[in-house]
């Protein structure tokens, strides 16, 4: 009888657990609907921005005699100090999502390691901030409490520091590294590269049809545009990520429930084989003694 209460204990617990992940599933699909939302909103006008400055990246290289003085369109394949700024979540249960994300930063650290570059880590999140700790990698900055709930605000606090630092030519490249929301059951991770900005193919019958600015006036309004495409990308990265993180933990949790519940299955079955044992040894023990009588 030991063995069928020591079952019974085990169901009711497993039965507990899989209460607690069923709520948390409602409570993530609950947020997933909000940040679904707001992500969806933003993706449009990110999409179209950085479309733009790309486009005027490559006009810039291509097409300008000279080129320009601003360091965010020159192009700079060995850069000796590289950024990257990355987020993960601030809570665990979400599966793979942060571990993704943390992969994708070592291989990047990795590939300009190799050609004898400087990586800084920049980190938004508390489990991608806790990894590199562990494996006594210095992170510049630390952004604790910010990709659970993005501002632009804070967007522009976690970026500033690594766009002033790259006007001050203390760092050549500045990367941007996030897990992104695809869909309900999908995440996706995206690599920008913030400075310099990347191009894209512009043919010459399209330069007339992109914005002319004033000679005058050309450094500053550009510059000034830049910092706004940079901000606005941070921004974008802490709704896109929440999102994928709702995505991320809905799925872990739906997972967990599922499983809990084939457990409980099994330890069911398990349970009426321990209890149909015990009846028959009974049985057997009152017949053997009937017999002995």
Do not use: W
């Amino acid at each position: 009888m030991a063995n069928l209460k020591d079952i019974k204990r085990n169901i009711a617990s497993v039965k507990n657990t899989q209460k607690t992940t069923r709520a948390m599933k409602l409570v993530s699909t609950a947020k997933l609907r909000r940040a679904e939302e707001v992500a969806k909103r933003s993706r449009e006008y990110a999409v179209k921005l950085n479309k733009m400055m790309n486009e005027i990246s490559e006009k810039i290289n291509k097409f300008k005699a000279g080129g320009t003085t601003l360091k965010f369109f020159a192009k700079n394949d060995n850069p000796k100090v590289v950024d990257i700024i990355f987020v993960t979540s601030d809570k665990g249960l979400c599966g793979g999502f942060n571990i993704q994300t943390i992969k994708k930063v070592r291989t990047i650290m990795d590939e300009y390691e190799a050609k004898g570059s400087t990586v800084r880590l920049r980190a938004v999140g508390r489990k991608g901030l806790d990894f590199f700790n562990f494996q006594n990698r210095e992170v510049l900055e630390k952004y604790v409490g910010v990709s659970a709930a993005p501002s632009y605000e804070k967007a522009v606090e976690v970026v500033n520091g690594a766009v002033d630092d790259f006007v001050e030519e203390k760092t050549n490249k500045i990367i941007l590294v996030h897990n992104g929301y695809k869909n309900m059951i999908t995440q996706e991770l995206k690599t920008v590269s913030l400075s310099p900005i990347d191009s894209v193919e512009v043919s010459e019958d399209k330069v007339s049809s992109m914005i002319e600015i004033e000679a005058e006036d050309e450094e500053k309004v550009l510059e000034e545009l830049v910092r706004k495409y940079i901000e606005y990308n941070m921004y974008y990265s802490l709704i896109d990520s929440l999102a994928a993180e709702h995505s991320a933990r809905m799925q872990a949790m739906d997972n967990a429930t599922n499983n809990a519940k084939e457990r409980v299955d099994q330890l069911t079955i398990a349970y009426n084989k321990a209890r149909q044992e015990a009846i028959t040894t009974e049985l057997i023990e009152i017949i053997s003694g009937m017999e002995a009588l």
